[in-house]
């Protein structure tokens, strides 16, 4: 049976209009105010904005802050976001983990979204989408994009998209779609019961 692939957003590159540079749309933000320049110049602004607004003194004061802070939440096993309790492994509660881990695979995450992708892992049954073996958050846990964001990048910010994966898994996925990877499953098994 052929899969219908709906693409809502058939652009997938954008031209940021502060550095004039033609990036994946990955690479930019969602919200309608925001899209017209690239993640790395919001950044860069940003940056400008907070160096202009604060003296030296008052960044330094709350950098040591903020690191004290952290520093504090991590010697005594606490999340080191919101000082709750932290997972067995890694710095972060479960919600904040699965934030940060949100956050690098597909952007902004919102604590809706990671209560979409908690819920997620418990319908798995806290099992890896393709091999079904066991997933321990911050240990062996990643996230995969069924349609891969290389060949997809409009498919990146859709949580029916993301599974949870082992990484090992997700390693040897790579930016394979389901019909290429079962084609190589399928290969390899072919060819040593031949
Ligand atoms: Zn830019
Ligand atoms: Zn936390």
Wanted: aromatic share 10%.
């Amino acid at each position: 049976m052929a899969h219908h692939i709906i693409v809502r957003n058939p652009e997938v590159t954008r031209t940021c209009t502060r550095c004039k540079q033609t990036l994946p749309i990955s690479i930019f933000p969602t919200h309608k105010d925001r899209r017209a320049r690239c993640r790395p110049c919001w950044r860069e602004i940003r940056r400008d904005k907070y160096i202009k607004t604060n003296t030296p003194e008052e960044r330094s004061k709350m950098a040591a802050f903020n690191r004290e802070w952290h520093h504090r939440n991590l010697e005594n096993g606490k999340c080191r976001v919101c000082s709750q309790a932290r997972m067995e492994y890694g710095q972060y509660c479960e919600t904040h983990y699965i934030q940060q881990a949100a956050r690098l695979n597909i952007g902004k995450c919102s604590l809706e979204d990671v209560e979409i992708l908690k819920k997620k892992f418990e319908d798995q049954g806290r099992k890896c989408f393709y091999t079904g073996e066991p997933i321990t958050l911050g240990m062996n846990s990643s996230m995969d994009h069924i349609l891969p964001i290389s060949k997809f990048p409009e498919q990146r910010r859709n949580l029916q998209n993301v599974v949870w994966t082992t990484r090992n898994f997700n390693w040897f996925k790579r930016d394979f779609t389901m019909d290429e990877l079962l084609f190589l499953c399928q290969s390899v098994i072919n060819y040593f019961n031949r």
